[in-house]
């Protein structure tokens, strides 16, 4: 089982509409989770950081359910600029900082 | 404006050149890192540092080499590209968990 598993899409969606979607984590000793944007050909950027509370940042809102072991990132009244990669960040061990990455989530928005 | 710029952005070479692509921050970040990323797979880290003359091979075993002399510099070289390591090439810096990626490097050995 992957590390980090994320349902690669692409996901379709009206611009305006709200969209939501999951990553899972295999790790259960995990303790930091984040939310990257990736746009096509480009680097990833950190959008949001997730804790136990939840965290939401304008249109943009992340649970983490750890009895589970998922993360979730949902995006209300989505705009066309929102089309982008979405990585799922975990920290789970291993080098450096022990951050894996998931493949991401490709969100297209729709006119 | 980015702080952290790697050099070239693009990059096709021959097979058996060897190559060095930088890499450099102005945050004054100890740590620093190389990811590799094939199109629509996830990263890969191939090398990390914690600070000058510290240099670690991380997850995903990589035949390039790299070194860390001066705090805000830290390049990649290949002694001799292959096909096989044609990806792209991402640096990044971090203070705690927070990254901040470079734009990369695209190499494509032919």
Known sequence: RKEVEQDPGPFNVPEGATVAFNCTYSNSASQSFFWYRQDCRKEPKLLMSVYSSGNEDGRFTAQLNRASQYISLLIRDSKLSDSATYLCVVNSGGGADGLTFGKGTHLIIQP | ?110
């Open chain 2, 1 to 110: 404006e980015a702080d952290i710029y790697q050099t070239p952005r693009y990059l096709v070479i021959g097979t058996g050149k060897k190559i060095t692509l930088e890499c450099s921050q102005t945050m004054g970040h100890d740590k620093m890192y190389w990811y590799q990323q094939d199109p629509g797979m996830e990263l890969h880290l191939i090398h990390y540092s914690y600070g000058v003359n510290s240099t670690e091979k991380g997850d995903l075993s990589s035949e390039s080499t790299v070194s860390r002399i001066r705090t805000e510099h830290f390049p990649l070289t290949l002694e001799s590209a292959r096909p096989s390591h044609t990806s792209q090439y991402l640096c990044a810096s971090s203070v705690g968990l927070f990254y901040t990626f470079g734009s990369g490097t695209r190499l494509t050995v032919v």
